[in-house]
């Protein structure tokens, strides 16, 4: 629905609505229990952008919202909340070649959840303004600090909270810090 619906709730869908998903069977059964008759349609991906051309109303997967607000659709209800689980086979587990490649999926996975909302801060700052720049910077234990080959200066890079980094950023040139780099991290094993 538009975020301009008068709409307030699921329950006020009308009868013979079309909505687009792509979770169908998890749709039917939530307007079902609303009491909500509906026309249900597997949709393949930008689901968002179906109203009101294909359908009336869109059952989405979001973190927060967010974008479907950004699209101008209006929330009516959550359909459920899931969270993620590793899950091994007993079995499996129990072979130990097989409990490895577990381990290291694992290790994996809990790398690219400890690098979300956090990015790679490298940049170049002289012997005198370097105590400035390390007081700025926040690290996940400390930054990394590198004397610079044929120059006068060091060569500084550390983690930091990406929310942070458009204030951190002309902090640091203030600082003295130059050729400031922001890189996107994948991962963060520890």
Do not use: C, W
Not at 28 to 50: M, P
Request: charged residues 25%; negative net charge; without cysteine.
């Amino acid at each position: 629905m538009f975020s301009d619906s008068a709409l307030q709730s699921v329950k006020e869908l009308p009868p013979g609505v079309r909505v687009h998903t792509e979770y169908p069977e998890i749709t039917r059964r939530f307007l079902d229990d609303s009491g909500v008759e509906a026309q249900i349609t597997l949709s393949y991906g930008a689901t968002e952008a179906k109203i009101p051309e294909i359908a009336d109303a869109v059952v989405d997967g979001t973190e927060s919202g967010r974008a479907l607000r950004a699209a101008g659709l209006k929330v009516l209800d959550t359909v459920l909340v899931s969270y993620t689980e590793l899950i091994a086979n007993p079995i499996s587990y129990a072979d130990a070649a097989k409990r490895k490649a577990m381990e290291q999926l694992q290790t994996l996975l809990t790398g690219a959840l400890e690098a979300r909302g956090r990015v790679l801060v490298k940049l170049n700052v002289d012997e005198a303004n370097l105590p400035a720049v390390i007081g700025l910077l926040p690290a996940l234990k400390s930054p990394t600090v590198s004397k610079l080959f044929g120059e006068d200066g060091f060569a500084v890079e550390t983690v930091v909270a990406k929310h942070d980094i458009n204030t951190l950023i002309p902090a640091l040139k203030d600082a003295g810090a130059t050729g400031i780099l922001e890189i996107p991290i994948a991962k963060i094993v520890q």
